[in-house]
């Protein structure tokens, strides 16, 4: 106040104008007052749009050691080159500069602020980098807060779907479909069901031999989907025993071919009978053999066989009745 009032420093005055002034004098002046008092005056710029004058400012407490860990001035950055279209690069410059966990924290408290689109646009720009780089750092979280802020901008179920598909097409690592699956199962209900069905064929088709734990994790997750459809869940067990060849994978494949055969009834499946028709020769893919054509007492014999070449004995005890 005995200065003329929170806007008439002249060392904040040259920043506002854009005039020359060296970091070390403009950090003493930073230094010289609560950061929240620098925050005031940023929120009172961009709300009055003077963009310009609010950059200049927020860069320059960016460019402070101390008020540059506070990301109310990341968020304002962000903030204000959402309102400047011309300073894309700025925008993509300062993203790789910051963490996802930080970024997720600028996210939310962009929506708390009512800033939908701001939100979004700034969850999308940390998510498509990870999912191009096969990155999982932060992913489901990021998944989580997109699908939130996509439905809140726009409710249309289709147009979701259509935008996880499209997040999908640029994924390069085959384990974020589970945080979409998750998702798309929240959110769509009924047919959301039967599109993780249809997503875990299509990723099933991908080479993933350098990968067995997440092929394992895709059958059983069918299997978790599909807990009626006996032969999908017979197929799925022998899959995972083939990738794992352990007794436990073994003993599940025993249980399963105990149980008597079943009809499948297209009326009580949980995904339509073009879905499952599509979804069979897929999963029959990771299959030593078909056991359509074998009795239990052959699948068994094969399953010993493959159990020993694995572990070079078998241990009778173990097996439990395997022999």
Known sequence: IRDGGPWEDPVLQAVLKAQPASQEIVNKYLSSENPLFFELRARYLI????????????????????????????????????????????????????????????????????????????????????????????????????????????????????????????????????????IIKDEVEEEGLQIC????????QLDLHDDPKTKCLIYKTIAHFLPNDLEILRICALSIFFLERSLEAYRTVEELYKRPDEEYNE????????????????????????PEFWNFVMIKKNCVALLNQSTGETDPDDVSGVQ
């Not at 968020?75 to 930080?102: G, I, N, W, Y």
């Not at 499209?166 to 945080?179: D, E, G, H, M, S």
């Not at 499946?269 to 990771?286: C, D």
């Open 47 to 182: 709300a009055c749009e003077r963009i310009p004058e609010a950059m200049a400012l927020i860069k320059s407490c960016i460019n402070h050691p101390e008020i540059s860990k506070d990301l109310y001035f990341h968020q304002a950055l962000f903030t204000c080159l959402f309102m400047s279209p011309v300073e894309d690069q700025l925008f993509r410059e300062h993203l790789l500069k910051t963490d996802c966990k930080s970024g997720i924290d600028i996210i939310c408290n962009a929506e708390k602020e009512g800033k939908t689109m701001l939100a979004l646009q700034l969850c999308e720009s940390f998510l498509i980098p990870q999912l191009q780089n096969g990155d999982m750092y932060c992913i489901w979280e990021l998944i989580f807060i997109w699908s939130k802020l996509q439905l809140k901008s726009n409710p249309s179920k289709q147009v979701f779907v259509d935008q996880c598909y499209q997040l999908l097409r640029t994924a390069t690592n085959v384990r974020v479909i589970f945080p979409f699956m998750k």
């Open 197 to 204: 069905v249809e997503i875990c064929g299509c990723a099933l």
């Open 267 to 290: 009326g009580t499946s949980s995904v339509q009978n073009r879905v499952r028709f599509e979804l069979l020769p897929i999963l029959k893919k990771g299959l030593f053999f078909d």
